[in-house]
């Protein structure tokens, strides 16, 4: 039985141009329909853009709370990126506003560029089109209305980082393996590749193929998962509320317990401290 109110980990393949929040709104619709319930909370660990697919984790109830430590995990990710132009937003989700020579460019100097500036400890300004806060605002809203928007570079790790594909020197493409830190934008990085080849790029395609110890592999896809949570049987909120309320009774009981005992423990450690009482010699 399946149990949204304590807490499940659901891991789905997220579709092209669907956001996270939408993978979340369709599941948590499923779980009200099924409980009966609007009480059902749900997140997810680790947004994906909308022209991204891959791992997205989904966390329900209790298990929500654990959506900073999934976040943390190692991410993995499959991009495509075209060399010789450049986007606002990095990716396709904008027109080309510019073009760069690519002809320069070969394996040798993207090996060679990829090892020596994208490898272990860099730093990085996140694009503009981000979830980033500006004032409190995300970042995408004001560039999206022709804002100026200013944000600080992050540090952050690549673990790993190679050539999965070269077009060159018939086509301007590259698609990479990247093995990376929480906070990474693979379109900041698509930008900054360009920059450091002497040129320019952007995604066009960027694939999540793991995060922590899931991988692609494991996931279902959002069609899967709705018809697995169609299929199931469910703990019902009372239900889950009352195993809760025992569960947490219980361990009071226990700690009460062990604290009990360990102060019993001391007292007993202080008796065997004290020094004898000292007799006085009969002369």
Avoid at 22 to 50: E, F, N, Q
Wanted: aromatic share 4%; hydrophobic share 35%.
């Amino acid at each position: 039985m399946l149990n949204p109110i304590e807490g499940e980990i659901f891991c789905i393949d997220k579709p092209l141009r669907m956001t996270s929040f939408a993978a979340v709104k369709k599941v948590r619709a499923v779980l009200r329909t099924h409980l009966k319930t609007r009480s059902v909370k749900v997140g997810h660990a680790g947004t994906l853009d909308p022209l991204a697919t891959g791992v997205l984790l989904l966390c329900t109830g209790h298990a929500t709370k654990r959506i900073d430590e999934l976040q943390a995990g190692v991410k993995e990710y499959i991009a495509d990126l075209r060399l010789g132009a450049t986007t606002p937003s990095f990716d396709l989700e904008t027109e080309v506003d510019a073009t760069y020579e690519w002809q320069h460019i070969d394996r040798n100097l993207i090996d060679r560029v990829l090892q020596e500036q994208f490898t272990g400890s860099i730093e990085q300004v996140p694009p503009s089109f981000s979830a980033c806060k500006i004032d409190g605002k995300p970042a995408y809203k004001l560039a999206r209305k022709g804002q100026d928007v200013e944000i600080r570079p992050k540090t952050l790790v690549i673990d790993e980082i190679e050539v999965l594909h070269c077009g060159l020197p018939e086509e301007p493409t590259l698609q990479i393996r990247v093995v990376c830190s929480k906070g990474t934008y693979i379109r900041a990085l698509a930008r900054d590749i360009g920059v450091a080849l002497g040129s320019g790029a952007h995604l066009t395609a960027l694939r999540r193929t793991r995060v922590g110890d899931i991988t692609i592999d494991k996931c279902l896809t959002l069609e899967q998962l709705v018809e697995k949570l169609d299929g199931e049987t469910y703990v019902s909120p009372e239900q889950a509320a009352a195993e809760r309320l025992e569960r947490e009774r219980q361990e009071n009981r226990e700690r009460a317990a062990r604290q009990k005992a360990e102060r019993a423990a001391r007292q007993q450690a202080k008796k065997c401290d004290v020094p004898p009482k000292r007799t006085s010699q009969i002369k």
